[in-house]
């Protein structure tokens, strides 16, 4: 599977942003979708995940409320508002089996390259 993302950019606090990652397959209905993050000096991590067995999402503590993960056929998206100076950082979108529960990098097989979004004044 290969990805590619895109949509990040210079926002100031406050504004919007949608991230999206387009997938070289029919469907993500067969994936477990994830969009991960990592900031200047800092471990990536798990921003919000879609587990494709039960529909349930995952979003991490920092970004509940604010972001909406989602997919349409082959291409996953990330919906980021009220984006805050914390949120910079690199993002990137991740595929894994269908069986994937959880939002850990070492579970997702496949990454696409990173978007980076910055939200500065």
């Known amino acids: 599977v290969q990805l590619q993302a895109s949509g990040g950019g210079l926002v100031q606090p406050g504004d919007s942003l949608r991230l999206s990652c387009l997938a070289s397959?029919?469907?993500?209905?067969?994936?477990?979708i994830g969009w991960f993050r990592q900031a200047p000096g800092k471990e990536r991590e798990g921003v919000s995940c879609l587990f494709s067995h039960n529909g349930r999402t995952y979003y991490a503590d920092s970004v509940k409320g604010r972001f909406t993960i989602s997919s349409a056929r082959d291409t996953m998206y990330l919906q980021m508002n009220s984006l805050e100076p914390e949120d910079t950082a690199e993002y990137f979108c991740a595929t894994g089996s269908r069986l994937v529960d959880r939002c850990n990098e070492a579970a997702y097989e496949y990454w696409g390259q990173g978007t980076l979004v910055t939200v500065s004044s």
């Open positions: 397959v029919f469907t993500l209905d067969d994936y477990a």
